[in-house]
């Protein structure tokens, strides 16, 4: 059905499944484990910076890119955790969140009928700024592996290669990934490094879970395969880092030609954002390496206790390698496999909201991801055991 009012370009990206499913949570009085921000606050370090910059000059518009010292922070970071040289002034850009990074690197790199390549199910943001900047999405599909052996999510090279066609000028990547909790390993992104090579393309690279890798897993940053650094924007946020998801201070790394074209759409966008969180997110960037291991330990324990309620439930999970999100398939307690179905009746059956995977696939392609709900652990040790226990009555 056609939505009125609505441009061409936008029909189908009515509002999001959160909406519905953060409103049917506080309705319900149940556990939300279906949107993915934190329930505990970041660490003063970055907090105190940005409660002792309000009231200041950093109250007004930051510079255009970024403030300086964000900027010379997000290099010395991506130095330190990737071996990656990027010159501050010219090689990065402060953005809102990396959600306008990669709006702005769509936008700014885009024509209209070009082809990006893109593997899915994907996050919601990436369709909707495919077809803002006219551009067609290319979806290769992660293949799930059965649930609860230990298995990851792959992709088919022979689909990946076929996806590409003379009008691909971009290869958009997640890793670690949303909704799968898949880290992607260096073997997967040679593949796809060989293949933007071949065929010249630009890869866009979210990387916003960097740091919430469980063991086991490594997050490769595609940027440092050889030849791949001249050809790669790197997107990356503090939200999901440093829990303030709310703050939207993202960034973008690449050539500085290649940064040059995503400023030129993000000063029309938001021109800047977050005066005196700039220089907050500057200081988390700098926190020891601890900080960052101590993140995804912590979530490694929700992660476990998550999942052991979910298999006490009868709901075995794809164990995530990244990310704060766990992959059901609900065919084991709901026969018709409707994983919608199941997540508007989860909240009244045990009082837990999840969100149904298949908003992250193109509608084409619904079959693939409609039997499979996405849960998020990112929450205390209390809530998320609480939820473990609430899920348990399923069985
Ligand atoms: C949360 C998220 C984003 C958005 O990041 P912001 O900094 O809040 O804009 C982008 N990509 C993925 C995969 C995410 O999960």
Same mark, same amino acid.
């Given at each position: 059905?056609r939505?009125p009012?609505?441009?061409?370009?936008l029909?189908?990206?009515g509002?999001?499944?959160?909406?519905e499913?953060?409103?049917?949570?506080?309705a319900?009085?149940? #556990?939300? %484990?279906?949107?993915g921000f *934190?329930?505990?606050?970041?660490?003063? =370090?970055?907090?105190? &910076?940005a409660?002792? !910059?309000i009231?200041?000059?950093?109250?007004?518009?930051?510079?255009g890119p970024?403030?300086?010292v964000l900027?010379?922070?997000?290099?010395?970071h991506q130095?330190?955790?990737?071996?990656?040289t990027y010159d501050?002034?010219a090689?990065v850009?402060?953005?809102?969140?990396?959600t306008?990074?990669?709006a702005?690197a769509?936008?700014?790199?885009?024509?209209?009928?070009?082809e990006?390549?893109v593997?899915?199910?994907?996050?919601?943001?990436?369709?909707?700024?495919?077809?803002m900047?006219?551009a067609?999405?290319?979806? #290769?599909? %992660?293949?799930?592996?059965? *649930?609860?052996g230990?298995g990851v999510? =792959?992709?088919?090279? &022979?689909?990946l290669? !076929?996806?590409?066609?003379?009008?691909?000028?971009?290869?958009?990547?997640n890793?670690?990934h949303?909704?799968?909790?898949?880290?992607?390993?260096?073997?997967?992104?040679?593949?796809?490094a060989d293949?933007a090579?071949e065929?010249?393309?630009?890869?866009?690279t979210?990387e916003v879970?960097?740091?919430?890798v469980?063991?086991?897993?490594?997050?490769?940053?595609?940027?440092?395969?050889?030849?791949?650094?001249?050809r790669?924007?790197?997107?990356?946020?503090?939200?999901?880092?440093f829990?303030t998801?709310?703050?939207?201070?993202?960034?973008?790394?690449?050539?500085a030609?290649?940064?040059?074209?995503?400023?030129?759409?993000k000063q029309?966008?938001t021109?800047?954002?977050?005066?005196?969180f700039?220089?907050a997110?500057?200081?988390?960037l700098?926190?020891?390496?601890a900080?960052?291991?101590r993140?995804?330990?912590?979530l490694?324990?929700?992660?476990?206790?998550l999942?052991?309620g979910l298999?006490?439930?009868?709901?075995?999970?794809?164990?995530p390698q990244?990310?704060?999100f766990?992959?059901?398939d609900?065919?084991g307690?709901?026969?018709?496999?409707?994983?919608?179905a199941?997540c508007?009746?989860l909240?009244?059956?045990?009082?837990?909201v999840a969100?149904?995977?298949?908003?992250?696939?193109?509608?084409?392609?619904?079959?693939?991801?409609?039997?499979?709900?996405?849960?998020?652990f990112c929450k205390r040790?209390?809530?998320?055991?609480d939820?473990?226990?609430?899920l348990?009555?399923?069985?």
């Amino acid at each position: 059905m056609r939505t009125p009012y609505l441009s061409a370009r936008l029909q189908g990206f009515g509002t999001t499944v959160f909406a519905e499913m953060s409103a049917l949570a506080l309705a319900t009085g149940a #556990v939300n %484990l279906g949107q993915g921000f *934190p329930d505990e606050p970041g660490p003063d =370090e970055v907090l105190d &910076v940005a409660r002792a !910059a309000i009231g200041t000059g950093l109250d007004q518009y930051p510079p255009g890119p970024g403030l300086p010292v964000l900027r010379e922070a997000i290099a010395a970071h991506q130095l330190r955790f990737r071996g990656l040289t990027y010159d501050p002034d010219a090689e990065v850009l402060v953005t809102a969140g990396a959600t306008e990074a990669l709006a702005g690197a769509l936008l700014g790199l885009l024509d209209t009928g070009d082809e990006v390549v893109v593997f899915e199910p994907m996050y919601d943001s990436y369709a909707a700024g495919i077809a803002m900047a006219g551009a067609v999405a290319r979806p #290769v599909p %992660l293949r799930p592996p059965a *649930p609860g052996g230990g298995g990851v999510w =792959e992709f088919d090279p &022979v689909e990946l290669r !076929a996806a590409v066609t003379g009008r691909t000028r971009v290869v958009l990547l997640n890793t670690p990934h949303n909704p799968t909790g898949k880290v992607f390993s260096r073997a997967e992104l040679q593949l796809v490094a060989d293949l933007a090579v071949e065929h010249d393309l630009l890869v866009l690279t979210d990387e916003v879970y960097e740091h919430l890798v469980f063991s086991g897993s490594e997050h490769v940053s595609i940027a440092t395969l050889p030849g791949m650094r001249e050809r790669t924007l790197v997107v990356s946020s503090g939200g999901k880092t440093f829990h303030t998801t709310g703050w939207k201070i993202g960034w973008v790394c690449g050539p500085a030609a290649l940064v040059a074209a995503v400023r030129t759409a993000k000063q029309f966008l938001t021109y800047v954002n977050g005066g005196p969180f700039q220089p907050a997110i500057a200081a988390g960037l700098g926190l020891p390496d601890a900080y960052f291991h101590r993140g995804a330990a912590v979530l490694e324990r929700r992660r476990d206790l998550l999942l052991t309620g979910l298999a006490a439930a009868g709901l075995p999970a794809i164990a995530p390698q990244g990310t704060y999100f766990a992959t059901v398939d609900v065919r084991g307690v709901q026969p018709d496999g409707d994983g919608w179905a199941f997540c508007r009746e989860l909240p009244g059956r045990v009082g837990v909201v999840a969100v149904p995977t298949v908003v992250f696939y193109d509608p084409s392609h619904a079959h693939l991801g409609r039997h499979l709900v996405r849960f998020a652990f990112c929450k205390r040790d209390e809530v998320v055991a609480d939820a473990a226990r609430r899920l348990s009555r399923l069985a």
